[in-house]
Nanobody, 115 residues
Framework: QVQLVESGGGLVQAGGSLRVSCVISGSIFSVYNIGWYRQAPGKQRELVAGILSGGSTKYADSVKGRFAISRDPAKNTVYLQMNSLKPEDTAVYYC?????????WGQGTQVTVSS
């Protein structure tokens, strides 16, 4: 069964840091072409960061210089290190295939940044 299990979210003050994790199982998804997405209340889901098999990365302009995506293939896990968090980063964060997410999504992990 294909699964994407996100964790590590929480409540943090503006300027703080969090690291969210995504454990991947199943054959459809791979840590080698994976991305982090987020959805804030009332907004569409958007790409935050993605990493490809060759190691190249892509970041949304709003998080460049603050967020970093990484992976541990041995653990089938992808991470998103989030620094200098802002209230506008508040959202549910999901991992999924990159650059084209699959139809199946995990439950996500809530990140709330207080001002």
């Amino acid at each position: 069964q294909v699964q994407l299990v996100e964790s590590g979210g929480g409540l943090v003050q503006a300027g703080g840091s969090l690291r969210v994790s995504c454990v991947i199982s199943g054959s459809i998804f791979s840590v080698y072409n994976i991305g982090w997405y987020r959805q804030a209340p009332g907004k569409q889901r958007e790409l935050v960061a993605g990493i490809l098999s060759g190691g190249s990365t892509k970041y949304a302009d709003s998080v460049k210089g603050r967020f970093a995506i990484s992976r541990d293939p041995a653990k089938n896990t992808v991470y998103l290190q989030m620094n200098s968090l802002k209230p506008e980063d508040t959202a549910v964060y999901y991992c999924n295939a990159f650059p084209r997410p699959a139809a199946s999504w995990g439950q996500g992990t809530q990140v709330t940044v207080s001002s």
